[in-house]
């Protein structure tokens, strides 16, 4: 088993008697669904169906005394129990940022659950394994061992937000959310649920967060992707030949037809379909 300390992760706990319809109808994911010692993926959206803050929720068992986890961004987590503090109304429900007391843990390469009394499976990809919420670890090492998880990551093709994609400027479909289990269809209402409602039956996802491959250093975030005079969109987290990239699909296609060289600050880029989408690929479909 392999396994990392993340600490760019924090943790945001809810309880009370009406935390799951409080948070059901808030995020993208349908919480029902989510049975105690599993996880679910979802999002808080903007009214305009932009991510502001994406998560995987844990439903701790009566036995680690209830409740949800978000396992989130750490720099998002303050700002997210205001935004939802602001939801909260009458609502019987107790929101807490407790970063400074829990981590989060990823464990990967096993079929066997970590120990732990938070424990569940990476509801995205199976080959993501576990997430472990607990205390903070003193680990030795957790640096280059989050660099692995990394890495393993970026060649399954997940994208992660403030890596491959900007909060606050991305829709769930951008960012393959809705490939990735992250957005329940058929779960009634929640913020942003027509805009994203309307871009899954009208199929108006031109961009995608897609996998690239490449030889050589790696491109930096941020830059630039073209294809002869054209911006494509943007480079993305990267590790060991692969990489994440949110690009326009129409013109991948157009690039591809013309024979041209898709690049980011010099590098050739191919991008590359994973083996979890289920979204139309330009061109000829080539599997990561």
Known sequence: MQSAFLPERGVVKLTGDDAAKFLQGLVTCDLETIAPGTAGFGALLTPQGKIIADFLIIKAPASAGGGLFLDMPR?????LVKKLGFYKLRAKVMIEDLS???GVTAAWTTDAAPEGELVARDPRHSALGWRVIGP?????????????YQAHRIGLGIPEGGKDFAYGDAFPHEVDMDQLAGVAFDKGCFIGQEVVSRMQHRGTARTRVVPVRFDGPAPEAGLDVTAGDKLIGQMGSAAGGHGLA???????????AAGQAITAGGTALTPVKPDWARFAWPGEVVRA
Do not use: F, Q, Y
């Open 75 to 79: 720099a998002l987590t303050a700002d």
């Open 136 to 148: 903070l670890p003193a680990v030795a090492g957790a640096e280059a061992r989050a660099a692995a």
């Open 100 to 102: 400074a007391s829990l």
């Open 246 to 256: 949110k690009l326009r699909l129409d013109r991948i296609e157009d690039a591809l």
